[in-house]
């Protein structure tokens, strides 16, 4: 059991070490990019070879710990990067509170108390990028190329429109005028709130998108940095290999 330890972490540092790799930016609707100019969604693919042995991520986690235990709530609600997010939360008709960003989520649930929740039941992909959100404190979102059907975009619901969440058996409808992200055939997330089950990551995936968004107050060189940093635990734990985007 972990008791708290003063540990000083800066994202600006992040930040300033992030290479300047070429992760496009997704396409975005003309509806959404009037509706929220300014934001911004980058991407990376990769293959997935299998890991070779158990991922013990258990250090990382405890780092964390060590950098939020003890945190209030407002006081993490306060830091720049969550509270940036936040604000677009709340312009995208969130109620944050109820739906906050996922790193504040995680820090909040997990990290924050005295004692150190173990890491979620969650594919160990999965986990070692949200180990990466909240130390660059940048929400990343991961998807299973598999269940893609061609570009992903950002676009903005229409009237009756649905997704079957994860671990839903089935679908729901869709606020329109709600951001999403979507492919040729379907809704895959209803943005920041929820993702759908159909391409959601499982320890069978083979190739994974990663994604970051970049909001007023969020640097393009954060993103990137966020970005190198979950391909870099990704390739050395499952000799991951980027794939090559047009």
Sequence with gaps: ????EPVETSTDDLAQRGRQASYPLLAATPMFSEMYPGV???SAR????????????????????????GTGRSAIAQTPEIAAYRAFYRQIGLNVDRTPP???????????????????PLPAAVNLVNIVAVRTLVPLGAFDCGALAGDVRLDVAVEGERITPIGASSPIDIPAEVVVLRDDD?????FGYRDAHAQRVTEDTRELMLLACQVPGIS????????????????QAFDAVPRAQT
Aim: proline share 3%; hydrophobic share 45%; glycine share 6%.
């Design 1 to 4: 059991m972990n008791k708290c």
């Design 40 to 42: 911004y969604v980058r």
């Design 46 to 69: 990769l293959r997935l070879g299998r890991s070779t042995s158990v991922l013990d991520l258990a250090e990382q986690w405890e780092a964390l710990h060590r950098v939020w235990c």
């Design 102 to 120: 996922s790193t504040q989520g995680l820090i909040q649930r997990y990290l924050a108390g005295e004692i150190i929740r173990p890491l979620p």
């Design 186 to 190: 379907k809704i895959l997330s209803q």
């Design 220 to 235: 393009d060189l954060l993103i990137r940095r966020a970005l190198d940093e979950a391909i870099t635990g990704l390739a």
